[in-house]
């Protein structure tokens, strides 16, 4: 965890995985870099938001893999699901509801699966895609813990790859030019106060 800048009520937090999605954002917002995978993210998040002071929302921002042919670019997440948490079997055990989807303030925005399982074989791929269109590691662990915190939070992903066979050379050829879009995204969306 390494958090870059200083938090203020007045600007939103950047979340980003790694130093790679965020190389190329302007000095103008915090980044917290959380590390890959949802416990990374969620303790990360969670201590920062702790410590205090709240930053006017959070924005997650990172790569991801598309699910169903065709998808690309930057999108603003509508829905995230945690596609490795058995919460079928859960309730059936104890009559309690973990894990369930959360919903974003962006209506209409794509579904993300998020789970600690980099998405790398065609058939995790296509099962995926039957409930979501893109794939992440930390965008579940980021809106729960902004949630729970009651802090406005958004997730913004840019497509690095198709996931399956291909997902993890993809991805690292593709980080640098992600980490640019997603900071053009940021330079044209946010400002202080957002």
């Not at 729960?144 to 009651?150: K, L, P, S, V």
Request: glycine fraction near 12%.
């Amino acid at each position: 965890m390494e958090l870059i800048g200083e938090i203020t009520a007045d600007r939103p937090l950047l979340v980003v995985a790694v130093k790679e999605e965020a190389q190329f954002l302007g000095a103008g917002f915090p980044v917290l870099l959380t590390g890959i995978g949802k416990v990374n993210a969620a303790t990360a998040l969670a201590t920062v938001l702790a410590r205090g002071p709240r930053p006017s929302g959070i924005v997650n921002l990172g790569t991801a893999g598309a699910l169903r042919p065709g998808l690309r670019g930057t999108h603003v997440i509508g829905s995230v699901i945690q596609h490795d948490l058995d919460s079928a079997a859960l309730a059936a055990l104890t009559g309690e509801i973990y894990g369930a989807p959360l919903d974003l303030a962006d209506e209409g925005g794509p579904v993300l699966a998020t789970g600690d399982s980099f998405i790398a074989d065609d058939a995790a791929r296509d099962r995926l895609a039957a409930h979501a269109a893109l794939v992440d590691m930390e965008g579940y662990a980021v809106v729960a813990a902004a949630q729970q915190a009651g802090v406005p939070v958004r997730l913004v992903k840019h497509v690095s790859d198709e996931a399956g066979d291909d997902a993890a050379r993809t991805w690292q050829e593709s980080v640098a030019a992600c980490g640019r879009e997603l900071a053009a995204w940021a330079a044209e969306h946010l400002t202080v106060g957002s």
